[in-house]
């Protein structure tokens, strides 16, 4: 069966660092889209970043864009969100998704994703 399995999150400052890991199995990794998405307290699902196969496959929120970085290593079948200069708005659970890959592309909407993992929770203080 396919698992999807987040790990990294934590407590941090404002201005901190943390790196989210996502490893799938049950799936062939390479053939798969990944995401990360979050969901703060009162608030929708929304998309943080995605990735498809290269760099020119990526997708950031706007939110997010200059301060964090997704990518994946197929090896490991693990994908990684490094998240720097941390706020406190980025605040959430954080998810971690796979959609079948038919080209390039990622998209930052949670309808498009087949498997999910049960979340990471990321708290930043001021």
């Known amino acids: 069966q396919v698992q999807v399995v987040e790990s990294g999150g934590g407590l941090v400052q404002a201005g901190g660092s943390l790196r989210l890991s996502c490893t799938a199995s049950g799936l062939t990794f390479d053939d798969y889209v990944m995401g990360w998405f979050r969901q703060a307290p009162g608030k929708e699902r929304e998309g943080v970043s995605c990735m498809a196969w290269s760099d020119s496959g990526t997708w950031y929120a706007n939110s997010v864009k200059g301060r964090f970085t997704i990518s994946r290593d197929n090896a490991k079948n693990t994908l990684y969100l490094q998240m720097n200069s941390l706020k406190p708005e980025d605040t959430a659970m954080y998810y971690c998704?796979?959609?079948?890959?038919?080209?390039?592309?990622?998209?930052?909407?949670?309808?498009?994703?087949?498997?999910w993992g049960q979340g990471t929770q990321v708290t930043v203080s001021s």
């Open positions: 998704a796979a959609q079948e890959m038919r080209y390039d592309v990622c998209t930052g909407s949670s309808g498009d994703y087949n498997y």
